[in-house]
C-alpha cells in the first residue's frame, strides 16, 4: 500500500493549487511518503518541494483509503492524508515539475476542474470545517465507482 500527503494551502480566501497536465485536474501540492517519515514530516517536504513554500503547523483533515482496481500494485491501494495549512513562509517557485501552480479563490473550488474525491475532501475541509475519514473506489480514469464516508 502507498502512502501520500498533500495539503491545501489557504491565504486570503484563496488555495495553492497544482494544474496538472495529467487530465488538466487542479490538485493539492503534495505526494508520497517516504520510508520512516512521519505523515506530518511528508507533507512539508512535499509542499516545499513543489511550492518552495514551507507550512507551518499543517493540520491533518482527512484520512482517506483509495482504491483503483485497474491498477496494478502498488497503486491499486493508497491512504492519502490531506492536511490545511494557512501559514507559509518563503518564497513560491515559478516552475514546478509537478504542474502549473496557481493561486485559485476559495469560491471556484467547486466549479474548477479537479480529482471527484478531492472535490468531497474540499468541502469536508472548506464549507464544513471538518474531519473526514473515507473510502474511495476509483476507476481507471479516477473517476468515482462509489465511496463510503465517516
Known amino acids: 500500500m502507498q502512502r501520500v500527503t498533500n495539503c491545501l494551502i489557504i491565504n486570503n480566501q484563496q488555495v495553492l493549487l497544482l494544474k496538472k497536465p495529467r487530465y488538466g485536474w487542479y490538485a493539492m501540492p503534495g505526494g508520497k511518503m517516504e520510508s520512516g517519515e512521519s505523515i506530518k514530516e511528508s507533507v512539508i517536504r512535499e509542499v516545499r518541494e513543489e511550492t518552495g513554500l514551507l507550512v507551518a503547523n499543517p493540520q491533518l483533515y482527512s484520512v482517506a483509503t483509495m482504491t483503483k482496481k485497474s491498477a496494478q500494485y502498488p497503486k491499486d ?74
Not at 95 to 108: F, H, P, R, T, Y
Request: some cysteine; overall charge negative.
Open 77 to 150: 491501494e493508497w491512504m492519502m492524508f490531506t492536511f490545511k495549512a494557512d501559514k507559509v513562509s518563503g518564497e513560491l517557485v515559478k516552475e514546478c515539475s509537478e504542474g502549473e501552480l496557481e493561486w485559485v479563490d476559495v469560491a471556484e473550488l467547486a466549479s474548477i476542474p479537479t480529482a471527484p474525491s478531492d472535490r468531497i475532501i474540499h468541502k469536508y475541509m472548506i464549507e464544513l470545517n471538518q474531519q473526514l475519514f473515507a473510502s474511495f473506489a476509483l476507476d481507471e480514469h479516477d473517476q468515482l465507482i462509489s465511496y463510503r464516508l465517516n
